[in-house]
């Protein structure tokens, strides 16, 4: 992450989002993950295309980075790194690494 605090990225995180009073009430667990969902996609269309970013618990679940990678497609563009925190969802985590795009940091348990 310090990594990214020295360049010129966009940081973004669903919490962020939501304290601003963009995101609805929470509902159940399949509604807060639909407003997830639709709050992120909010915020990435209406982003300046190949604006850098960092999104900080997002996508949290499977189904949310398959999610993202359609987002990512349907504009033509690509992810060039995750990093994965130590609490990260593991099939999230194996999701990217066969995408090649998760960084293993040496000497991590995983």
Same mark, same amino acid.
């Given at each position: 992450? *310090? ?5 010129? @990225?966009? &940081?973004?995180?669903?919490? $962020?989002?939501?304290?601003? $009073?963009?995101?609805? #009430?929470?509902? #159940?667990? $399949? %509604? ?11 915020? +990435?269309? =209406?982003?300046? #295309?190949?604006? %850098?970013?960092?999104? /900080?618990?997002?996508? =949290? /679940? ?7 990678? !359609? ?6 563009? !690509?992810?060039?790194?995750? +990093?994965? $925190?130590? *609490?990260? *969802?593991?099939?999230?985590?194996? &999701? +990217?690494? /066969?995408? %090649? @795009?998760?960084? !293993? !940091?040496? %000497?991590?348990?995983?």
């Amino acid at each position: 992450m *310090n990594r990214a605090r020295s360049l010129q @990225l966009e &940081h973004v995180s669903p919490a $962020g989002l939501m304290r601003r $009073g963009i995101s609805r #009430p929470s509902g #159940p667990a $399949g %509604g807060q993950e639909a407003s997830i969902l639709a709050l992120l996609r909010r915020w +990435y269309f =209406a982003r300046k #295309p190949d604006a %850098g970013f960092v999104l /900080t618990d997002f996508p =949290a /679940t499977l189904l949310q980075a398959k999610v993202f990678d !359609e987002w990512l497609d349907s504009r033509d563009e !690509e992810l060039d790194a995750v +990093y994965a $925190g130590e *609490n990260a *969802n593991l099939p999230v985590i194996e &999701h +990217y690494r /066969t995408l %090649g @795009l998760l960084v !293993e !940091e040496a %000497g991590a348990a995983r």
